[in-house]
């Protein structure tokens, strides 16, 4: 199943972007979903999950409290909103349909999957 990356940007640090991870192919509210992303010369790093439904959801410690992860059930999408940006959360951002969502989970698919999308870079400037 194909999910699409938008919403990336570039931005100053303290700022904010709204990802959108869509698709036409299935219903996306059936699934858990998670973003990931990776930095230029660092591998790749679960950011967030959300479970099925409204959730709940979970955040990797560098992102808690800046970063929320939600769904838009009327754009069959899940949205990642990431305020007060730093320069550390630059990176190409993706997003994974997967089969559960939690700490571990976003670990084991960072490191063990095999396709991953175009993704949507996010740049954040000193």
């Known amino acids: 199943f194909q999910l699409v990356e938008s919403g990336g940007g570039l931005v100053q640090s303290g700022g904010s972007l709204r990802l959108s991870c869509a698709t036409s192919?299935?219903?996306?509210?059936?699934?858990?979903v998670g973003w990931f992303r990776q930095a230029p010369g660092k591998e790749r790093e679960g950011v967030s999950c959300?479970?099925?439904?409204?959730?709940?959801?979970t955040y990797v410690d560098s992102v808690r409290g800046r970063f929320a992860i939600s769904r838009d059930n009327a754009k069959n999408a899940v949205i990642l909103q990431m305020n007060s940006l730093k320069p550390e959360d630059t990176g190409v951002y993706y997003c994974a349909q997967l089969d559960s969502c939690g700490s571990e989970k976003l670990i084991d698919e960072a490191k063990g999957r095999d396709y991953w999308g175009q993704g949507t870079q996010v740049t954040v400037s000193p």
């Open positions: 192919e299935f219903n996306l509210r059936n699934y858990p």
């Open positions: 959300i479970d099925r439904g409204i959730g709940p959801a």
